[in-house]
């Protein structure tokens, strides 16, 4: 490994078919990975179709902390199918180890029906211009060129043994693939057959039987292994007694239960439903009624209702489905009902690249909806932040009564990453003001505001109305009113604004400790662009180039004051402004001009709905800090 | 509780067009809550867009005046976060059969206990008396430039084909039957649907007073041993084709009265509480207190308890070989 | 043309599951094309989103994959503005029945002349099984964590509650009764609606093809003279309770084939063509012609004889003084 | 009048309840100027009911041009009832004339039940702090004690006279009392009653028995007023052959004529239904087909689809309807589908102020919409511009392939003006490229474009899809073709940019030879609200001071080069920045901040949801001029 080969210190790609079995390997994998004390950040690239196209799952293994983001050469590669083979071959590089099923050899480019075809004609193309015959041997040979050590294996000759032992079927015996892909990675960077036993049965905790089977498959692997170079892992340090090992969509159903929240209405969308299902799939234990609406117009709906009531409620969405949300936020607005909404990014616009990830929704969380609507809107970059800020949506959305949008976006979602338990004694419910006994002469609007003391329906008597309203609810069209609600509404955030520290909360920089005034290059990120960039700083100041990230938590209330101090400073001492973003038109960039008038213009960019990588990420600063470009879009990764 | 119909009033002016039907809702709405001495805190009149989306701020009870089209929903978030309450919805034909249709439809399906009160006029009155969804084909009221050139919508053929449990017709101004029908549905348990025809004076010249006075008859009248109400789950195919088939009639002759009752399907808040046995204790309003701060519900252990299964625990490899018990003894799903 | 079934099927790869019933579905809908002798670029499949809302991409005819719970207006308006043209909605029972199910009402309305498939797999296929509003209360597939609590929507009840004057059902796997089936809602002019069973072999193992193999009939077999079809109004009443009669039936047994047919409702572009002397001979697709640069459609003098209800001739206190003719001779209406 | 009294020189307002008949008196008079030669601007302010709340109109009327916004005090009020004579009797003052039903002089403030509870609650207050009584006849004694001319008519007496004569019923009779309103204005501004009667034969031309009954009552009004001192008003200037009388709806639904939409497809709401219904009474003889959706969802799916077969199609609504419309706009944007949404703006957020005006929509217009979605947007200041962009709404949408988003709003809408027919010579229809002979392998989204020749369903096949896709149409999820894709569809838009001149076209400076660089102040403002403005900088430049409006006519593609110099000068020259608009978060200038750096830090901003008044205005910019204040918020208008 080059000197500076970043963090995370191991990465592994596994690829195969939608629905053969890939997140199965990955599970086992990072469980066992993390009882031994590792870290793993775990994330999935798939096709929007249920079974056939192809897929891949990279997994970063650390020692200390949970990766923040991903990078190629990897380390290790297992292929399920000859497709994987092809899509992946430049993912590897001198001192990779590559594992394939040595069966689909002779299969050519041209006899993947799966494959897209635009992905086929440039694979073809580029195979041309490298002169490698586009068959699965022609591609390990090139491998094997550039110095990756390739590993065939005959899955076939597994599979017929397995049919013969158990007497199984040819669909069924396939199952155990993803055993072959798990243990082969387990071997090739050291873990023990025990210790990837463990993976093995938290997977199959209800089913022992399937343990033992898998088991002996991971022994044919192993032994067939015995011989290869394994790839050293570092002790893991200081590791905790216990491990979460949970998506993004997880961490935030489980922080929206610790928040108390006692409806979640939602209508299924990727990459938004798996939170739902899991929060679903422990109702009996939380009480959280899981609400299935028929769209997300009757989502919105049912949770603000549910909202008045005096629950804590929430809905969760992506692009599309917030479309349909958004007059039912203006609703909320209006009504001062407190509500928040997990929108999960995926690539756009209309249905675009619906299993894919971006930041392209930013301006529309911040500016949709007619009228003019207050409301708060944050954004996590990690699991870790994501279970946090779903607690904190709640806590704020009640203590303004005001809507929240809480954005993540797919990479976050649908990573697997190894956590801590939730330390909930740090966590607290605000509920903000309540009236605790609601008169017959109840307002809910009570002027001057921002925050009137709030009763809920079942305890009082009061009005909605999606109208401008006087301060019992009832509509009216009177001026005088109509000002002193606007204002209302907007104080809200200006209220919020100076509760909610700039500093370290609204805005962080990263070092903590950077000088603006001390640097080469200031770069603006957000969301899990921005954690990928906190990874490539510390590269960049590796190299010696004094770096530093800000990053925005908070776009309402926006942090305008310190944003634009620190970019003056950092500009005055002849730092180079950089945005980095995962959208094509620089919307947080765009949102710092509008509110603190900082220009970021120089930009690095990718849209492709695959993550941002850490080795081009880096690359593209240092051409920017060395070459002076002004625009660098990104397009790593199949 | 005064039992005062007065006391459902609240002393807003009502700004409907003198003569509306609206009228006759409102006063039969209000009379039934006080005859059945509904705390008005515990009751919620939940309506969409539209001249009768007005109706929650002329009554003294919990009101939302929602979105067009969207009541039903924001009603069931109510009723299922509170299921203590009662919880009306008032909309008209645009609202709940036009741009509401898919969650009017939706509700059906899931037999929440809401009572569904249709302001029948035939035409959008709020945006000037446009052609609704219950508006014959054509029909020139006159509004219209031209005759309507789409068909009616059977609101009663619907309400049965979607699954509401309750379903009848009345009359605005027959407000002693309006009162008995909607009593009726308040105390169904499930979800009730109750088209009230409901003349609009400013737009509608065809569906006047003087055309239902003429052509409004009790079904009971014509038929004096109609019975809708399913008993046992046997009777459904049977009493919902009697009631699809006398819903039809729509002319010269419409029917008023219930046309259908199934006792026999549970409402939705009982299959949440079914699969979900923190429910009734703990329904979503009253998961957390009143007060403004508070801990969260559950501890660490009880988190690591409840999300067991993305619990892992760490064995590190110097834990491995210095003896301490594998972890194999303290499996996620055994803690 | 040629009527060569190849010709109507695209040469991408299909990614739908192995053994998924929208095979036959394809099959039957690209063979019928083929029989019927349809024009590629004369026929429009409209879709929404779901694993169904794929279709259009397999199918060598116009294809427009649309929004989920959208595809029947999209439709809509594809029909009105070129009614020369064929136009199938394929979508699947979450887009047409959950999401979309106020526009599936609305279509029943209009008549519009369009044939809608529905997918009928009882789950949202592509968002990984969920219960759709085609699946019974308490059934459980293998993609559910817990029975399902809703109710299910009967799509023949509802389509022809809302007035579709074509109403069948078939099967995915039997595709030579679907071929028959779709041939006849293709050639009906007004809006003909198909349930179609679709084993969904990924999510769904409750109605699979082993059930289905089981439970399916048709109707002719059971009542030979069967005759859904209503050729004038006084027979609408009967057929259509006969219909809904036939409808409920959904269990062990259930029901293909032809359920209601109305042939006196008139389709809604024969409404429009009646009140819009122009809309025949000058559909909107053809009121411009397909030059990059034209002049617009009308002159001045014809802005101001189209709509001079607007026109005021000005004749000004001089000109009145110098008795030049009062305009009260030219009225904007005479003009 | 005081030497700098604005134009226009003649300003009435009428009063009454609504669906008493204002806007029959408002046409007759409207009518009966024009045919005069007077250009006019009326406009109405309603409560979102039907019957019975009040309303009121206001009539500019002006020899060379159409007002460009009205002003108080008015010089002439007519009043139909006691609501009325309450809620304007601020808006006369010395030298205005006032007409009052004197039956009601006894009639307290209490009784009024049809006004809202606020309205009666400020007004008694003001009334207490004057010391007037809170009854018509106290408020009369006030008015005339500012030097108002008060004349009071005893309606009850025409009524009763109307019903013997007539043998007809109260409300029957009451349906006249519109005439006795409009007559009082005509005589009062010196109208002959043969004048008056061109307004009432073109009101009445189906029914030529009530031109006769009315003018029996004009003359009952003439005669009763035949002392009081009349309001000359100067001789029109070279006045065309014919007026078109026309809101600023039936304008648009006249340019789509124009245009050539085949199809328009619409779901009521207020104030965008007039528009549709205009067009659908015209449907006949223009052969366009309008069609009424069931909700938004479906109506810009109609017309996207119809646009998809050679149809120009369109659609038209307000805030909540465009929340709903905004999933297939971006449909429209990935398909490259020619779709124009006249969007008019009303008070929000949500139902908020439903009959009344704002531009409160900007940044929605211009960022709803999950995922990246360019389309072009522009704003009408004018019934004119109005027209003439409603026609270039379609060329714009066909030429680039692109949504279009026409903003307009209630005052626009819903206010009447006097226009020349449109000379449809000067307009020219503008389709784009149309591929002649779409052939088999016909690729609708052929690269690089940005514009693919069209071809139309029914012509060839092709395909659409709402997820990204490749040259034909069909899905694809290859990072290539996902660029190529991306940058295609943002290529419109620069193409457009420099295609569509900045100066005079996409940005507007007035006066036109103002030079920025010898300004007191420059004045940024867009719509309706710019209109008033160019009519303030008049006033402004007569009292000395040097101003200049900048107004901004496309917010897509955005004229950022010009207006950054033109305020960079400005700056320079030490002229102040002031911003002018109708909402509250000052949404044009955030975007002039966002695309062009240009800062305007001092705002005019009203958001009551009436138009904004020059005398107000023109008050504010002074004030801001004379004492720097950076905000003013305007709150005239009952
Ligand atoms: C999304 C949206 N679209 C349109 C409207 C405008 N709108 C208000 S009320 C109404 C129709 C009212 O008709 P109906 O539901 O029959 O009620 P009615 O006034 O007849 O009681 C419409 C279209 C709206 N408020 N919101
Ligand atoms: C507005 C919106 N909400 C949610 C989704 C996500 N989604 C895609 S397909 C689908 C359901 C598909 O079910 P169904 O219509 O039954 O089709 P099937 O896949 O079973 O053929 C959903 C919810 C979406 N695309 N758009
Ligand atoms: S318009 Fe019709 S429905 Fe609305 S208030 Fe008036 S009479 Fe009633
Ligand atoms: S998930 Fe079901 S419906 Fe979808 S393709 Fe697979 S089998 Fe077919
Ligand atoms: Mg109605
Ligand atoms: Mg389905």
Redesign the pocket.
């Known amino acids: 490994m080059s000197m500076d080969k970043p963090p995370p210190p191991l990465m592994a790609l596994i690829g195969g078919p939608q629905g053969a079995g890939l997140e199965t390997s990955a599970q086992v994998l990072t469980v066992a990975y993390a009882t031994l004390g590792y870290r793993v950040l775990a994330s999935r690239e798939y096709h929007s179709n249920i079974i056939g196209r192809h897929s891949y799952i990279l997994l970063g293994v650390d020692p200390a902390r949970v990766p923040r983001g991903h990078r190629y050469p990897v380390d290790v590669a297992s292929f399920m199918d000859a497709e994987s083979v092809f899509t992946h071959y430049k993912d590897v590089d001198r001192g990779s180890i590559v594992f394939y099923d040595s069966d689909v050899d002779n299969v050519s480019l041209e006899r993947i029906v799966s494959m897209e075809t635009e992905t086929k004609r440039r694979l073809r193309r580029e195979l041309e211009e490298l002169g490698v015959e586009p068959t699965v041997v022609g591609v390990t040979k090139y491998m094997k060129s550039m110095g990756v050590e390739v590993v065939g294996f005959s899955y076939r000759g597994l599979l017929s043994s397995l049919r013969r032992e158990y007497g199984i079927g040819y669909a069924e015996a396939r199952r155990y693939i993803s055993m072959v892909v798990a243990a082969s990675v387990a071997k090739l960077t050291g873990l023990s057959l025990e210790e990837l036993e463990e993976g093995l049965r938290y997977r199959f905790r209800s089913r022992p039987a399937l343990v033992e089977r898998n088991m002996a498959v991971a022994r044919r692997v192993y032994s067939h292994l015995g011989n290869v170079a394994q790839i050293a892992l570092p002790e893991p340090q200081e590791p905790p007694d216990h491990y979460m090992v949970m998506t993004g969509n997880e961490a935030v159903a489980i922080g929206k239960a610790v928040a108390g929240v006692g409806l979640q209405a939602y209508y299924p969308i990727t990459p938004a439903q798996d939170e739902s299902f899991y929060m679903e799939a422990h109702e009996d234990q939380t009480g959280i009624v899981v609400f299935q609406a028929e769209d997300e117009l009757a989502a919105i709906a049912v949770a603000t209702g549910a909202a008045l009531t005096g629950a804590r409620a929430a809905t969760a969405t992506s692009g599309p489905g917030f479309d349909l949300m958004i ?1 039912g936020v203006g609703w909320a607005c209006i009504n001062e009902a407190p509500v928040a909404v997990t929108l999960y990014q995926r690539g756009g616009p209309s249905t675009g690249l619906p299993t894919r990830g971006s930041q392209e929704d930013l301006l529309d969380a911040a500016f949709a909806g007619h009228g003019e609507c207050p409301r708060i809107v944050v954004a996590s970059w990690s699991h870790e932040e994501a279970l946090t800020d779903a607690v904190e949506a709640q806590n704020l959305a009640e203590e303004y009564q005001i809507p929240v949008i809480h954005l993540l976006d797919k990479f976050l979602a649908n990573s697997v990453a190894t956590l801590p338990p939730p330390m909930t004694t740090s966590f607290q419910i605000r509920r903000g003001s309540i009236e605790p006994r609601p008169g017959s002469d109840y307002r809910r609007f009570a002027l001057p505001g921002p925050v009137s003391p709030r009763a809920f329906i079942g305890d009082a008597v009061m009005w909605y109305t999606g109208d401008e309203h006087d301060e019992y609810g009832h509509i009216t069209e009177e001026p005088e009113t109509r000002i002193a609600m606007v204002k209302k509404r907007f104080a809200k955030l200006d209220e919020a604004a100076r509760n909610i520290p700039e500093e370290g909360v609204r805005l962080h920089l990263y070092p903590e400790d950077a000088d603006p005034s001390g640097l080469d290059m200031l770069i603006h990120s957000w969301g899990t662009a921005a954690r990928v960039t906190a990874e490539a700083v510390d590269m960049l100041r590796r190299r010696g180039l004094r770096a530093a990230l800000v990053r925005v938590h908070y776009f309402s209330p926006y942090p305008s004051r310190l944003l634009s101090s620190i970019a003056a400073e950092a500009h005055q001492a002849g730092a180079r402004l950089v945005n980095v973003e995962h959208n094509y038109t620089a919307q947080a960039a765009k949102i710092a001009a509008m509110k603190s008038g900082v220009v970021f213009d120089t930009h690095v960019l990718k849209y492709t709905g695959r993550p941002i990588y850490i080795d081009e990420l880096v690359e593209a600063l240092m051409a920017i800090h060395e070459k002076g470009l002004k625009e660098v879009h990104l397009g790593h990764g199949a | 509780m005064e039992h005062d119909p007065r006391r459902y009033r609240t002393p807003l002016w009502v700004d409907w067009c003198p003569g509306c039907g609206n009228y006759g809702i409102l006063q039969a709405v209000t009379e039934t809550l006080a005859e059945l001495g509904l705390p008005p805190e515990k009751t919620a009149i939940v309506s ?6 007005k109706t929650p701020h002329y009554v003294y009870a919990n009101g939302v005046h929602t ?3 969207r009541a039903i929903p924001y009603a069931t978030g109510i009723k299922l976060a509170r299921p203590e309450l009662t919880v009306i919805v008032e ?5 709940l059969l ?2 509401g249709a898919g969650h009017f439809v939706a509700l059906g399906r899931r037999n929440i206990d809401l009572t569904v009160i249709l ?1 029948n ?1 035939q ?5 000037k008396g446009q052609a ?1 969804p219950t508006l014959p084909y054509g029909v020139k009221t006159k509004s219209l430039p031209k005759p309507n050139i789409q068909d009616m919508i059977n609101p009663l053929a619907l309400a049965i084909a979607s699954g509401y449990t309750f379903v009848a017709r009345s009359y605005a101004l027959d407000i002693k039957h309006l009162k008995s029908v909607l009593k009726e549905a308040i105390r169904h348990r499930g979800a009730a649907f109750i088209d009230v025809l409901q003349p ?1 004076v400013t737009y509608n010249n065809v569906y006047t007073v003087h055309f239902y006075r003429k052509a409004l008859y009790r079904i009971e009248d014509e038929e004096p041993d109609w019975d809708p109400i399913v008993r046992s789950p046997d009777e459904e195919t049977e009493k919902k084709a009697a009631a699809l088939a006398r819903a039809q009639e729509w002319g010269r002759r419409i029917p008023l009265g219930i046309f259908y009752v199934n006792k026999t399907r549970s409402p939705f808040e009982h299959r949440i509480a079914a699969r979900n046995p923190l429910y009734a204790e703990h329904p979503p309003a009253n998961r957390l207190s009143r007060e403004p701060q508070q801990q969260p519900p559950y501890t660490i252990e009880e988190v690591m308890s409840i999300f067991k299964d993305r619990l892992v625990k760490v064995k590190t490899r110097n834990a491995r070989r210095s003896g301490i018990p594998s972890s194999r003894d303290r499996s996620p799903e055994e803690s």
């Open positions: 007059e | 969409g867009i539209g001249c009768s989306g979105l067009h089209g909309g008209g034909d645009g609202d036009g741009i302001h006029n035409v959008y009155g709020l945006t609704s609009c």
